[in-house]
């Protein structure tokens, strides 16, 4: 019974030494100090985490009051390939007159726009819309988008004429009174 004794003391300090050898590696591995974490915890924060979001930037163009056209525009949520976009800047075309277009008085305050176009799923036109973007009267972008399709839009606003005192968003349609098609400027941003 000695033997056992012996044996059951033994196992005791082993343990004792491993929750020991434990803890001075917790101690080390969340700093030590009086404030540190205990087992179960997650490690404190520190200020260069690489999952930080960044706030936005930028100045959403729904925001901006327009100068020209704004009774063209619809800022209603509206679905892209799938995607519920809020807060866009759309043109129903359809049974209106091309082009339709929205004018921005930037005043020299950005450097470049960036936007996503695309039509809204709910179109029945199946015919592309023409996306254009002006800056200064100078044609800066120019493309034709279909149902199921989005395309991103990045441009330099600082290249045009007078570097971007005004910018001009427009879009040409099929006209067809009996067909829906929705024109979609989505996260439409201006950055400094």
């Known amino acids: 019974?000695?033997?056992?004794?012996?044996?059951?003391?033994?196992?005791?300090?082993?343990?004792?030494?491993a929750l020991a050898t434990l803890g001075a590696a917790m101690i080390t591995t969340y700093g030590g100090d009086s404030g540190s974490v205990g087992p179960g915890q997650p490690p404190p924060e520190t200020g260069n985490s690489t999952t930080t979001q960044r706030p936005p930037s930028g100045q959403p163009l729904v925001?901006?009051?327009?100068?020209?056209?704004?009774?063209?525009?619809?800022?209603?949520?509206?679905?892209?390939?799938?995607?519920?976009?809020?807060?866009?800047v759309a043109f129903e075309l359809g049974c209106y007159e091309s082009p339709q277009a929205v004018t921005y008085q930037l005043g020299r305050q950005y450097s470049r726009f960036e936007a996503v176009v695309g039509q809204s799923d709910g179109s029945t036109e199946e015919d592309p819309v023409l996306f254009e973007v002006f800056a200064d009267d100078v044609a800066l972008f120019s493309s034709e988008v279909g149902i199921g399709e989005e395309l991103p839009v990045g441009i330099d606003l600082a290249a045009a004429p007078q570097q971007g005192f005004r910018m001009t968003i427009q879009v040409s349609g099929h006209k067809n009174c009996d067909e829906e098609q929705v024109a979609v400027w989505s996260e439409a941003v201006l950055l400094p």
């Open 1 to 17: 019974m000695a033997r056992g004794h012996g044996t059951a003391v033994a196992l005791a300090i082993a343990i004792i030494a």
């Open 63 to 88: 925001d901006l009051d327009p100068v020209d056209g704004k009774a063209l525009i619809d800022t209603s949520p509206r679905t892209v390939n799938g995607v519920e976009r809020s807060r866009p």
